[in-house]
């Protein structure tokens, strides 16, 4: 049994957030995984079922929110190293097609972006290595070193303030990209 989740139906452009809520007030029906793990339909009409619905959609209104802040914030492309994308828990069964483009308006959301978020991921890990081979190879580089003696903390706290400015290098950032770089290695 194939399953259409609301993560594929994004990540394809077949359509968006809203053409999918319209489609699932439309049908009256989702199918997916309730909170046991059992896939299931999920009927819009049925009070047992308004809980998991409930979910679905507020799932779906945090990615919204999400990529529609997009030129506020350094976005990552959905996470799929989750065992389970909270978009992949719910849609529809494929034998059942389902038409997003009828249920677009003239003022529904926006398909979502892909290679601009691609592309500003990738300048700001080219901008974090630079900023790291500038400091190692640079002038800097006996300040950079004292720092990484104390260790990734202090390291981040240099490169913050070095970098201040500069896209892609907030803490919370680094921090971030320090610890899955670290983990890539010790598990390559």
């Known amino acids: ?27 009256g029906f989702i199918h997916g ?12 009409n ?24 997009i030129y506020k914030h350094d976005l ?17 069964l494929v034998d059942q097609p389902i038409d997003f483009k009828k249920y677009e308006s003239d003022d529904s959301d926006p398909l979502m972006p892909s290679s601009k ?19 190692l190879c ?8 004292r720092e990484i003696e104390k260790g990734d903390a202090s390291l981040i706290r240099f490169l913050e303030k070095r970098f201040e400015g500069y896209p892609g290098f907030s803490k919370s950032y680094m921090e971030k990209k320090f610890a899955s770089a670290k983990n890539l290695l010790e598990n390559s």
């Open 1 to 27: 049994m194939e399953f259409l989740t609301f993560y594929d139906v994004l990540e394809r452009n077949l359509g968006t957030h809203g053409a999918i809520v319209s489609a699932a007030e439309d049908l």
């Open 33 to 44: 995984f309730d909170r046991y793990g059992r896939f299931r339909r999920f009927t819009f």
């Open 46 to 69: 049925q009070d047992k079922d308004k809980t998991d619905i409930e979910k679905a959609l507020n799932d779906l209104v945090d990615d919204l929110n999400y990529y529609s802040d």
């Open 76 to 92: 990552d492309p959905r996470d799929l190293d989750d065992p389970f994308h909270p978009l992949q828990r719910y849609g529809w």
């Open 117 to 135: 978020t691609s592309k500003k991921k990738e300048s700001n890990e080219l901008r974090l290595i630079g900023a790291l081979v500038s400091c």
């Open 138 to 145: 640079g002038e800097e580089k006996q300040a950079a070193l």
